[in-house]
C-alpha cells in the first residue's frame, strides 16, 4: 500500500468518523449547574446603646468604694499607746510599772485612759477599785491616795482558810472582826469584842498560804483592830449586806 492508499485510508478530522469507518458518538455537552447566590450577612437592626442609669450607678459604687477604704484605713492606720493591767491589780495597791504592760489601740478608742506619756499621772498611784489583767487604766480607777472617806483608815488582816467563811470575799462585802480564844483554850462565857468592817481588797500569799484581806474601819479603831490582827486571834465573819451593822449595834448597845 502506497503513501497516497494510507492517506485515503486515514479519517479526516472533524468528520465524526472513527478509524473502521464507523460513526463517532456525539459529545454531550455539560450542562452548567446553576450557582446559588451567596447571601449577604444579616445585620441587626438593634444597636446596644449604654444605659444611663447603669452608668451612674457604676460610678457612685466606685465613689461609695474609694469613700469606704479610705476610712477604713483611717481609722485603723492611726493607733495611740496607753497603759493597761498586766496582771490583777486589787484595790488599794500601789501602782509600779512592772506590773503594766503598753497596749495600742485605735486613736479614736473614746474610752478614757492613760497614754504611754502620762507615766508620772500613773506611777506611785492608787488603784481604787479592783483592777482584772488587760484592763485599761484611767482616771476612774486610779487616782491620788488610798481612795477612802475622810475618818476611816485601811487595816491589813493575814487570815488562815480557818479564820475565813469557804466563800469568795469581794470588794465592797460588809464582814464582822470577831476576837478568837487562844489555841486549846476555853470558849468564851460572854460575847466576843466584834468589829464591822468594809472589804476593800483580797489577795492571796502563795508564800505563807494565807489570805490577806484589807478593810475600812473607823480611824479611832484601827489601832486596836490591828493589834488584834497581829496576834493572830481574829476571825472574819461575812453577813448580809444589811444585817452585817445590825448585828454590831445590837452587841454594842449590850
Request: charged share 25%.
Amino acid at each position: 500500500m502506497t503513501t497516497a492508499d494510507v492517506e485515503k485510508e486515514r479519517p479526516r478530522r472533524g468528520s465524526g468518523k472513527s478509524a473502521d469507518g464507523s460513526a463517532k458518538p456525539a459529545k454531550v455537552a455539560k450542562t452548567p449547574k446553576p450557582s446559588t447566590p451567596k447571601s449577604a450577612p444579616v445585620q441587626s437592626r438593634v444597636r446596644n446603646k449604654p444605659r444611663l442609669p447603669i452608668i451612674l450607678l457604676g460610678i457612685a459604687l466606685i465613689i461609695v468604694s474609694g469613700l469606704t477604704a479610705a476610712y477604713i484605713y483611717t481609722s485603723t492606720g492611726r493607733t495611740k499607746l496607753v497603759y493597761s493591767a498586766a496582771s490583777d491589780i486589787a484595790r488599794g495597791d500601789v501602782i509600779e510599772l512592772g506590773s503594766l504592760q503598753v497596749v495600742e489601740i485605735p486613736d479614736t478608742n473614746e474610752i478614757p485612759s492613760f497614754e504611754r506619756a502620762d507615766t508620772d499621772d500613773v506611777e506611785g498611784k492608787t488603784a481604787q477599785v479592783d483592777i482584772p489583767a488587760g484592763t485599761l487604766l484611767s482616771p476612774a480607777n486610779v487616782s491620788e491616795g488610798a481612795g477612802i472617806d475622810t475618818g476611816m483608815s485601811i487595816v491589813g488582816l493575814s487570815l488562815t482558810s480557818a479564820q475565813l467563811p469557804p466563800f469568795p470575799l469581794v470588794s465592797g462585802d460588809k464582814v464582822r472582826l470577831v476576837d478568837t480564844p487562844v489555841s486549846q483554850g476555853e470558849p468564851p462565857t460572854k460575847a466576843p469584842v466584834t468589829e464591822s468592817a468594809e472589804i476593800v481588797s483580797v489577795r492571796t500569799d502563795d508564800v505563807a498560804g494565807t489570805t490577806i484581806v484589807a478593810v475600812t474601819v473607823p480611824s479611832e479603831r484601827a489601832a486596836l483592830l490591828a493589834a488584834r490582827a497581829a496576834t493572830g486571834r481574829v476571825a472574819l465573819i461575812l453577813d448580809p449586806l444589811d444585817a452585817a451593822g445590825a448585828a454590831v449595834d445590837d452587841e454594842t448597845d449590850g
